[in-house]
């Protein structure tokens, strides 16, 4: 298996100004959307949070009351990329700038542009490195470039990078419970109440789970709904092949 460093590298020969951690990147999506819920929280409404535009569009279809609960992370994505782009051309990093995301999710190829110029998969990354007949052997590993972004580290980020662990790396360190094809986790915020959230994987159970929520018969104060089972790590578009050395 190539290391990711001297990917890194090969996409700077490829003309890539900068090559970005995505995690790292974003830091500043979890700030905005742990505001988000401290201001759902202030009204005693659950936020709920959905991968892609296609898996939200299928439960407010189910479930039409849930609609203005959601997120719009398409504009906070948006919010965030734009400026980002802007301030990149204001410091003539480049004469042009185009913003390429890569992930293992199929989904967001469908979605609309939210800053991003171009989302390909992590399978189509290899193929493009393919093509290109690169030689990982005349490449050393370079690190990836830092944007020295930092999370606000207060209850509400917590909780959303707790939600986001689960649902990009399936990572089970902040998960309280396990039911079916959902993940429990709690966030102490004062001495009397935590944030509670929860995670579920599939369709389905995310539609039964947001009527629970709208009928006011679960208590979660964030709720994450996923289409791929383990979240983004299991994403349709994963490397189904090792690149060769």
């Known amino acids: 298996m190539v290391a990711r460093n001297k990917v890194v590298n090969v996409l700077k020969s490829l003309g890539f100004s900068m090559v970005l ?22 009204h ?13 569009k299928q439960i407010v279809k189910n479930v039409p009351e849930s609609k203005d609960l959601f997120i719009d992370l398409e504009q906070v994505r948006e919010d965030i990329n734009i400026p980002f782009k802007e301030n990149l051309l204001d410091r003539g990093v480049d004469k042009d700038v185009h913003l390429v995301r890569v992930e293992n999710c199929t989904a967001l190829l469908a979605e609309e542009s939210n800053g991003y110029d171009l989302t390909i998969t992590t399978r189509q990354l290899i193929r493009l490195l393919e093509s290109a007949c690169v030689n990982f052997e005349n490449y050393e590993g370079v690190g990836f470039d830092s944007l020295e972004r930092t999370g606000e580290f207060n209850p509400f980020y917590l909780a959303i990078q707790t939600a986001y662990d689960i649902i990009r790396l399936n990572d089970s360190s902040g998960v309280d419970n396990r039911i079916g094809f959902k993940r429990e986790f709690n966030v102490k915020l004062t001495d009397d109440r935590d944030i509670k959230g929860c995670i579920v994987f599939g369709l389905n159970p995310s539609i039964e789970e947001i009527k629970r929520a709208v009928n006011k018969e679960n208590d979660y104060d964030f709720i994450g709904v996923m289409s791929c089972v383990d979240g983004c790590v299991n994403g349709g578009g994963r490397p189904n092949k090792k690149l060769k050395k």
């Open 21 to 42: 951690d995505l995690e790292e990147y974003l830091i500043g999506e979890i700030n905005r959307i742990s505001l988000t819920l401290k201001e759902s929280m202030a």
């Open 44 to 56: 005693e409404v659950p936020l709920l949070y959905a991968c892609s535009p296609g898996i939200k």
